[in-house]
């Protein structure tokens, strides 16, 4: 059974730092493509950024790129976001998808973000 | 201000039939797949359809999608009151950002 559980969520002043984890399950992790997709409160899906499998090709979303870095370790079937110079508008839900099929076919129940002073 | 754009809400009675527009852009829907995926409020979302009309394993044949141009639908037969969530549709832009539409409310009356 694939499972994703995220981690790391919480509390976080503006210009903080966190960093997220996704553990992975039920599935060849290497070899498959990550995603990390966010929901403000009351908002719609937002995508993060992407990891691909085996060459580690990263994406990322505008509104984060120079300030989130996405990466993975695939011994310990993990996923990591770590995520620098937060803002308010970084306050979020986030999930990590794995992305076989489509933008992701499995998802996580997501970790909270909060961005607050 | 989504890339993609959906309606905001559709309605329908129990039973009946309802579609859900996604419109994009030739960087987008127009030279990529699009998915769906519908999220019941509290929950983490769910693919419904990818590769623009292809169904995951356990999804009813009530679900169906379809693409023309830079344009998708979703659409939905014999609706249930378990249908009721928000929709969203999915897919890569030629500047290498996944994007998703603001998503469609749907109500079964």
């Known amino acids: 059974e694939v499972q994703l559980v995220e981690s790391g969520g919480g509390l976080v002043k503006p210009g903080g730092s966190l960093r997220l984890s996704c553990a992975a399950s039920?599935?060849?992790?290497?070899?498959?493509?990550m995603n990390w997709v966010r929901q403000a409160p009351g908002k719609g899906l937002e995508w993060v950024s992407s990891?691909?499998?085996?060459?580690?090709?990263?994406y990322y979303a505008d509104s984060v790129k120079g300030r989130f870095t996405i990466s993975r370790d695939n011994a310990n079937n993990s996923l990591y976001l770590q995520m620098n110079s937060l803002r308010v508008e970084d306050t979020a839900l986030y999930y990590c998808?794995?992305?076989?099929?489509?933008?992701?076919?499995?998802w996580g129940q997501g970790t909270p973000v909060t961005v607050s002073s | 201000q989504s890339v993609l754009t959906q309606p905001p809400s559709v309605s329908a009675a129990p039973g009946q039939k309802v579609t859900i527009s996604c419109s994009g852009s030739?960087?987008?829907?127009?030279?990529?797949?699009v998915s769906w995926y519908q999220q019941v409020p509290g929950t983490a979302p769910k693919l419904l359809i990818y590769?623009?009309?292809k169904r995951p394993s356990g999804i009813p044949d009530r679900f169906s999608g379809s693409k023309s141009g830079t344009s998708a639908t979703l659409g939905i037969t014999g609706l249930q009151t378990g249908d009721e969530a928000d929709y969203y549709c999915?897919?890569?832009?030629?500047?290498?950002?996944?994007?998703f539409g603001g998503g469609t409310k749907l109500t079964v009356l």
């Open positions: 999915g897919t890569w832009d030629s500047s290498l950002s996944a994007v």
């Open positions: 030739s960087s987008n829907i127009g030279i990529n797949y």
């Open positions: 039920g599935f060849t992790f290497s070899a498959s493509s």
């Open positions: 998808a794995r992305q076989r099929y489509g933008l992701g076919d499995f």
């Open positions: 990891i691909t499998g085996t060459v580690n090709y990263k």
């Open positions: 590769d623009n009309n």
